[in-house]
């Protein structure tokens, strides 16, 4: 049994020291990107570098504390604190105050407070309490339901704050869930989404339909390597296809040939299903499923991305994805990150010598764009281990987390590993181009007390959590 006194004995310090390493290289690079020759002292509080000084102060205290906490305390207030933060999120587009677009922070006197960023550990904590109970069964309609209700609550109302970036994070839980016995299938409709979001985005959704509705029935056929069947869906297909595009032809009709396209899936899906339930073919029914539910996706994203969605979301896609070019406009945040990462060549051009970020051309370079401050000044070598300590510190939680005989202290180690990696790998990604900018900071980088206290809290609860990996954890 583990002595309480002993906890510090117990802590990964190796953890600890690249966090500590993080936010110290974060604080000189937020120092470089907003150098005021008039302000030269890093410590000078009415600067943004001297804030984040105290922010970063707050964090240790932060961090202390919650390793001083009962491990215990996690697990028994794990969904007193999911619900605490969940009211405060409700709170938020009451009494909240609206900043870049977004109305996702409660303001407390010259303090901002961004409840979205304490939901993801809070989130994680009640995941982690909800899969390591005595009756949890993964497959259980019951268990499926209720982890849906965990992970689409918070993402409504933070969706409900115009807060995007945030609510697509919580998307990497589903990484954790398959370490926990998800079905993979989950995950292959997952990346199926995003595969028929693009093709949507780049090609009309008629010809997108038509991608699917061969590529089903090729896989149709791979499955049992039956030809028979697959001619007869085939023939199905066309012929309801064919009927209506002539009736509406005859009749000099305007319908769209892409709701005869829809009709004909709808009705070879059907013809299909049945006989598959009837037959008790289930992965036939689960082809079905997913097509069919690919073709309304494919269907509905084209209506949402031209009703529904802003024009600057929807400019951010386009530039994304290369079907429109506007540099001094919606690309001019990515552009002018590539040409500063881009200049600082192997060794950079040294500290406080970066033109791009010193002349303010890169908006947003100390929270969101940050990555392109060290790219800049610290060149190849620098980003290279800036990426490199992420890496190591994600090795090292999955590697914390596998050591680990509690089931809670797995689930929340792995959930803690997913939100680091999903913002390291979207942050650096919108500072190279290769990610749509979503407004993510760079954990422990990026300027701002609440993502940093989110961030401290979501890493050390966890190695709190491992520190009493000789004991037991029961509920």
């Not at 190796?14 to 302000?39: K, S």
């Not at 995003?194 to 949507?200: C, D, H, P």
Request: a positive charge.
């Amino acid at each position: 049994m583990e002595k309480k006194n002993n906890v510090w004995e117990n802590v990964d310090w190796i953890t600890i020291g690249i966090y500590l390493a993080m936010m110290f290289i974060g604080w000189i690079n937020i120092y470089a990107a907003v150098y005021n020759e008039e302000h030269k002292s890093i410590f000078d509080m009415t600067q943004v570098y001297g804030k984040q000084l105290m922010w970063i102060g707050a964090a240790v205290f932060i961090a202390v504390l919650m390793i001083n906490t009962d491990s215990k305390f996690f697990v028994t207030f794990a969904f007193p604190i999911y619900i605490a933060i969940t009211f405060l999120l409700i709170l938020v587009p009451f009494i909240g105050t609206t900043i870049n677009g977004a109305k996702s922070w409660i303001q407390i006197g010259s303090f901002s407070l961004q409840p979205s960023e304490f939901m993801k550990m809070a989130t994680s904590l009640a995941l982690a309490r909800y899969i390591s109970s005595y009756n949890f069964k993964m497959h259980s309609w019951k268990s499926m339901a209720t982890l849906a209700g965990i992970l689409f609550i918070p993402v409504g109302l933070i969706f409900l704050q115009n807060d995007t970036g945030s609510a697509i994070v919580f998307g990497v839980f589903l990484l954790v869930l398959y370490r926990e016995g998800l079905n993979g299938i989950v995950l292959f409709f997952s990346f199926l989404i995003v595969l028929v979001f693009i093709l949507t985005m780049i090609l009309d959704p008629f010809i997108t339909i038509l991608i699917l509705t061969v590529a089903a029935f090729i896989i149709n056929y791979l499955m049992k390597k039956k030809w028979q069947r697959t001619v007869i869906a085939i023939s199905v297909f066309v012929g309801v296809f064919t009927f209506f595009y002539l009736l509406n032809y005859f009749l000099q009709g305007t319908v769209d040939p892409l709701y005869f396209l829809m009709f004909a899936a709808l009705v070879t899906c059907t013809v299909f299903f049945i006989w598959a339930m009837v037959l008790k073919k289930r992965s036939l029914a689960i082809l079905i499923g997913i097509y069919f539910g690919s073709v309304l996706f494919s269907v509905s994203v084209d209506y949402v991305f031209h009703n529904i969605m802003e024009e600057h979301q929807r400019n951010r896609i386009n530039e994304l994805l290369g079907i429109q070019s506007d540099i001094h406009g919606t690309g001019y945040h990515v552009n002018q990150s590539k040409i500063a990462i881009g200049s600082g060549g192997l060794f950079g051009k040294g500290f406080l010598q970066g033109t791009q970020t010193k002349f303010d051309f890169v908006p947003e370079q100390s929270t969101d764009f940050i990555f392109c401050t060290v790219g800049e000044e610290w060149g190849f070598l620098g980003t290279t281990t800036v990426v490199c300590l992420f890496l190591g510190l994600l090795m090292r939680i999955i590697f914390l987390a596998e050591r680990n005989r509690s089931r809670f202290s797995r689930v929340y180690g792995y959930c803690v590993a997913v939100i680091l990696f999903f913002h390291f790998a979207v942050n650096i990604g919108m500072t190279i181009g290769l990610a749509p900018v979503i407004g993510i900071p760079l954990p422990f980088f990026s300027y701002g007390g609440s993502s940093l206290w989110s961030f401290t809290v979501l890493l050390f609860v966890f190695i709190r959590l491992d520190a009493s990996r000789f004991e037991q954890l029961s509920f």
